[in-house]
């Protein structure tokens, strides 16, 4: 199941990843895990790459794991906490417009960082922090599981064929495709395997994900001429 016949009589809901998706948090993220990385006398550039593809303590796991998982979390933890307080942030164009534009029913953030976190980015950034974040903290597996995404839709009441993922990166698309969900890819030069559709950027995208949720008819062809659909 695709999500792509949702019902048209049926309430519609997008659920959006954050970081790289609503908030461009790349170079805090290389930030913070370069300074971790110097703390344990680690490689940077490797911590990072590791950290791109893993959870925190997988992470750890596997570049440091003659160390205490849980000291190294509690140090990564301060870190992304300062960076919060302290680091510079900016949200993708039509971030701000679209999420005002949606009706605050219908979407939900699903994220594998802290809702602390996230709601102290969206006031930095001026954006809308919704009734739902569902982060880390609130499911036991992470994506690539399905599971983020499927406890989302059932706090909303929503089937997962009535959602429409918006994500960045393949271990969102996939669990959004697992959670049998449209998914959308957004800010990527190409398109992240997997993804129903593809958009160079969130601007391109936001009339789009409205149409979604307002069960407007679809684009004419000739305004879908940026998007790409795979798969």
């Given at each position: 199941m695709t999500g792509e016949a949702a019902r048209p009589d049926r309430a519609r809901y997008v659920l959006f990843d954050v970081d790289g998706t609503l908030i461009d948090a790349v170079s805090n993220q290389r930030r913070v895990?370069?300074?971790?990385?110097?703390?344990?006398?680690?490689?940077?550039?490797?911590?990072?790459?590791?950290a791109l593809r893993t959870r925190?303590?997988?992470?750890?796991?596997?570049?440091a794991p003659d160390r205490d998982?849980?000291?190294?979390?509690?140090?990564?933890?301060?870190?992304?906490?300062?960076?919060?307080?302290?680091?510079v942030y900016t949200a993708f164009d039509g971030a701000a417009e679209l999420l005002r534009a949606l009706p605050t029913q219908c979407w939900a953030l699903v994220t594998s960082n802290y809702a602390h976190r996230v709601r102290g980015r969206f006031r930095r950034t001026d954006l809308p922090v919704p009734r739902l974040i569902v982060d880390a903290a609130a499911v036991e597996e992470g994506k690539p599981s399905p599971v983020p995404y499927l406890r989302a839709a059932e706090l909303l009441g929503a089937a997962p064929q009535d959602c429409l993922v918006i994500e960045d990166a393949p271990s969102?698309?996939?669990?959004?495709?697992?959670?049998?969900?449209?998914?959308?890819?957004?800010?990527?030069a190409v398109a992240v395997d997997g993804v129903h559709r593809h958009f160079r950027s969130l601007r391109e995208a936001a009339p789009h994900i409205l149409s979604f949720a307002e069960h407007r008819a679809p684009a004419r062809p000739q305004e879908q001429a940026h998007a790409h659909r795979t798969g």
């Open positions: 895990w370069a300074t971790w990385a110097r703390r344990y006398g680690l490689d940077a550039d490797e911590v990072h790459r590791v925190p303590l997988e992470t750890f796991a596997e570049v998982p849980q000291e190294c979390l509690a140090a990564l933890h301060d870190l992304e906490d300062d960076d919060v307080r302290t680091g969102g698309v996939r669990s959004g495709r697992e959670a049998g969900m449209t998914v959308w890819g957004v800010n990527t």
